[in-house]
Each structure stands twice: as structure tokens, then as C-alpha cells.
């Protein structure tokens, strides 16, 4: 059943296209790698479904509504960048969270921020790149959203914390969400992804189940990724 | 709209308490140089100046600032990711800067009852005559109670049309040029041309009605019934047809 779907998708301006012309269709139930390297339009993408940014032409559709406050009910947009407010303490972002999210669950929240060695009265202003990526990536998953996409989620997190995240994002994942997640890291990424979006200069280059494209290509989705890529 | 307008004032907290201590600190002057006396009492009128202008100001610019920064710093994702609508946020906005804007003419004037009470308690009431020559000459051109608070609520509606003017403006310059260098000066442009085009618009308005655009007619019965009248309803109608453009823009074009 599909989840997300975007028709003919563009944004930018005449030959300067960030997002050209993408049609796809997203399904509930499964992990998807939105892949590419910086540029490629993975960020603008997602910043339209999340409803940041605005089309320059085509649609988008979650659950069958156009993007708006509806759509952002259920949906859980964790962007790359740094997006919580200085002021706030990580107990005032649950707070935050609590208040306009009804999807948002505070035992959840409380536990992630426990499990990524955060503590709840730590002023967000004064946290480092690496907790300042925890906290967005704990409050992100502590709804229970049907769709979710976190734009680079590993961005500034150790290699120990690394594991930490992708066990989150698994424990998450079940039949009636579906996560996105668009990364650099793609040996990390690849065993926990059923699906990849293979995007270049815009436009969707490869689109398939991760195991029927390793199977019909004899390659890792790593090996895809530099043959894709290498002549960028 | 109630946690949104929670939040604005969570994050105009620590702002709160250092103006609060800025007007202490001046406040703690006008009553020095009350006391002193004598030359300082030049001071005490540049203090009242720099509290009342000085205040104005500095509302104008923390609405502005938090605004502009909410459109363009990546923490304004926070509450635009929230499943709320452009009218919802900027209502919060707005209502907020509204109640920052009256608490501010409040302390202003609680200050000044205070410090007028103080002044006349030092220095007028002793030399007799002083007080009754001012009233002898000015008496008749000021305001009762009423009048004033007519006046006040005026001047509150243009204030809070220039907050609007400049939401307005930052909405525009984010729309058309969204990520340019010198964003702040060209929004800065963006709001002069609207109140160039806003005062042409009014002026043809007063003109049509045949009230003066310009200047205070101190017939304040006649003042009332007729420019400030005019003034509150075309002062509000401004208002929220400004209101309404930016909310559609943050709604229907505005890219973060």
C-alpha cells in the first residue's frame, strides 16, 4: 500500500534543477535508501514532502493528502542540520514535542535520550554537533509517525553511537511506517534497507527492492553506488 | 495558536529580564537626577526620552529579529515542521508582539505617573507658580484622560501597522529572493517602499474623507470623532490585510 507519493516533482529554475521531474511511488512497511552524493536533490526532496520547501511544479500526496498541516501530523522529518532551538533544555524539547505532536510519545523519548547518553536538563546550546544529532535523532523517533525520514542521520556521530542509531532506526521500523533515510554512509546504511533510490543530478537513476537489485546486478548496493556515482 | 504563543514567549524569556534590568537601570537614573536637580533635570528629560523612544525601538527590533530569524535560521523548522498553518504561526506572532507592545506603553506609563508624582513632589510643588503658569499656557491644548487614551491607542494601531509593515516585508524578500546575500537590507528596502505606498494610500483616504493627513488638530473632541476614527479603522484594516498577505506567502510560497 502506498504511503508517499510524488508526480512529476520539480524544483528550481530553468536548467538549474535541484528535484527534476521525480515520480515515485513509497510503500508502507519498508526502509528506504534515498541515495546520492551532496547536491543530488536528496535533501530538497525530502524538505518538499516534509513541506519546507515548496514545488515548482508537480505534487506530492501522504495518505492521500496534499502537503499541509494535515500531512505534518504524520510525519517525522529529521533535517541534517542543526533545527532545535538554543534555549530550549532536551526536557523542553520533549515538551515541544509532546505539545504539538499527538503522535509523540514522552516514555519513548525519555528512554532514547537515556539510551544516547543525554540527560534530560542539558541546555541544547550547549551541546555538542554529535548529542546535538542524538537529541534530533531521539526526538525524531520517539513518535510514532507513518512516515519518517531522516536526512542523514549518522552526520557527526562516532562510530560507536553509529550502532546505537541504525539499532533505534531498526526498532522503529515496522508494517504500518515507513522510513526514509538518505545518506553518504552507505556501507553502514545497506543492511538495514529493503529499498533504494539511487538519485542523480535531480533525477531518480535506480529505484528497487535492495535485494532484487543486488541479485540482478551481482553487486553489493555499495559497488552500485561508486558505479553510479564515479563518473559525477 | 496557545502553544505556539507559549513557546514565542519561552524564547523572549532571557530577553524579558535584560530589558527589565535596562529599564531598572534607567529608571534608577530619572530618579538621580530628579533628586540632584537643578542642570540634571536635562538628563532626566533625555532618560524619559531614551525609556519611551528608546522602548518603541527596541519591541520593533526583537519582533523583527525573531521573526526574520525563524525564516531564516534552520531553528525556525522547528515550529514550521509542526502541524500548524502560516496563519496560525504569525497569528502567534503578531498577538504576542500586540501584548509586548500594550505591556510596554503600561510599564511606560506606571514609570511616568511615578516620576511625574516624584517631579512635582521636588520641584513644583515648593515653587508655587510654576505649575499654574504651565497650566496657564499649555492648559488648554491638553488632553483629558480620555482624549489621551484615544491619542494612545492611535499611536499603539500605527506602531503595531509598522510590526506588521516589517513582517511583511521580510515575508515578501523571503518569497521573491530566498536565499540572497544582504537579506536584511534588502528587506529593510522592501519595508520602505511599503510604507511609502501605505502613507500614499492613507493620505489619498484622509484626503477623500477631507481630513488632514498630517499634524494634530487640538480640538480633541473633533480629533477623535473625525482623523482618529478614520485613522483606527484604515490603521486596522491595514493591519490585517498585511496579516492575511504574509500568511498566505508562509503558507503558499515561502521556502525555508
Not at chain 1, 50 to 63: E, F, N, R, T, V
Amino acid at each position: 500500500m502506498q504511503l508517499l507519493e510524488t508526480n512529476h516533482l520539480t524544483k528550481g529554475f530553468l536548467s538549474k534543477k535541484a528535484v527534476n521531474g521525480i515520480t515515485l511511488q513509497i510503500e508502507k512497511g519498508k526502509v528506504y535508501g534515498l541515495l546520492g552524493p551532496n547536491g543530488s536533490g536528496k535533501t530538497t526532496l525530502m524538505k518538499m514532502v516534509a513541506g519546507l520547501l515548496h514545488p515548482s511544479s508537480g505534487d506530492i500526496q501522504i495518505d492521500g493528502k496534499p502537503i499541509g498541516a494535515e500531512t505534518k501530523k504524520i510525519t517525522a522529518y529529521m533535517s541534517t542540520e542543526n533545527f532545535i532551538y538554543g534555549y530550549m533544555s532536551i526536557k523542553t524539547v520533549g515538551k515541544f514535542f509532546k505539545d504539538f505532536y499527538e503522535d509523540f510519545r514522552p516514555q519513548e523519548f525519555e528512554k532514547l535520550i537515556d539510551y544516547m547518553e543525554l540527560e534530560m536538563n542539558m541546555k541544547v546550546a550547549s551541546l555538542s554537533t554529535g548529542m546535538a544529532s542524538k537529541l534530533k535523532i531521539a526526538a525524531t523517533l520517539s513518535r510514532n509517525s507513518k512516515l519518517f525520514m531522516l536526512d542523514e542521520p549518522l552526520n557527526g556521530i562516532d562510530l560507536v553511537a553509529r550502532e546505537k542509531i541504525l539499532n533505534a532506526i531498526v526498532e522503529k521500523a515496522n508494517w504500518d511506517n515507513t522510513i526514509i533515510i538518505s545518506s553518504h554512509l552507505v556501507d553502514q546504511m545497506e543492511k538495514i534497507l529493503d529499498d533504494v533510490i539511487f538519485i542523480k543530478d535531480g533525477e531518480v537513476v535506480l529505484k528497487g527492492s535492495a535485494e532484487v537489485v543486488r541479485e540482478q546486478r551481482g553487486k553489493s548496493i555499495v559497488d552500485l553506488y561508486k558505479e553510479v556515482y564515479t563518473s559525477c | 495558536m496557545l502553544k505556539l504563543m507559549k513557546y514565542e514567549i519561552l524564547r523572549k524569556q532571557r530577553l524579558l529580564y535584560i530589558s527589565l534590568v535596562i529599564v531598572a537601570v534607567i529608571e534608577a537614573g530619572i530618579v538621580y537626577t530628579l533628586y540632584r536637580g537643578g542642570n540634571s533635570l536635562a538628563i532626566f528629560s533625555i532618560l524619559v526620552f531614551l525609556l519611551g523612544f528608546g522602548g518603541l525601538v527596541f519591541i520593533l527590533i526583537d519582533n523583527i529579529i525573531m521573526y526574520s530569524s525563524d525564516l531564516t535560521k534552520k531553528q525556525g523548522y522547528m515550529i514550521f515542521l509542526a502541524p500548524r498553518n502560516g496563519y496560525q504561526i504569525l497569528g502567534a506572532k503578531v498577538v504576542i508582539g500586540f501584548i509586548e507592545l500594550i505591556a510596554g506603553f503600561l510599564l511606560y506609563f506606571i514609570l511616568m505617573f511615578l516620576n511625574s508624582s516624584l517631579f512635582y513632589h521636588l520641584h513644583v510643588e515648593e515653587k508655587t507658580g510654576l505649575l499654574s503658569l504651565f497650566l496657564e499656557n499649555f492648559g488648554d491644548i491638553l488632553p483629558n484622560s480620555y482624549e489621551a487614551f484615544m491619542i494612545l491607542l492611535a499611536l499603539i494601531l500605527i506602531w503595531f501597522s509598522y510590526i506588521l509593515t516589517m513582517y511583511l516585508a521580510i515575508t515578501l524578500r523571503k518569497t521573491v529572493l530566498s536565499n540572497v546575500k544582504f537579506s536584511g537590507i534588502i528587506s529593510f528596502v522592501f519595508f520602505i517602499v511599503l510604507v511609502i505606498l501605505i502613507s500614499f494610500i492613507k493620505t489619498k483616504i484622509y484626503e477623500l474623507f477631507g481630513f488632514p493627513a498630517f499634524g494634530i488638530d487640538f480640538n480633541y473632541d473633533k480629533l477623535i470623532k473625525g482623523q482618529l476614527t478614520a485613522s483606527y479603522i484604515i490603521d486596522s484594516i491595514f493591519i490585517l490585510i498585511m496579516f492575511f498577505t504574509s500568511g498566505y506567502l508562509l503558507n503558499k510560497r515561502v521556502d525555508l
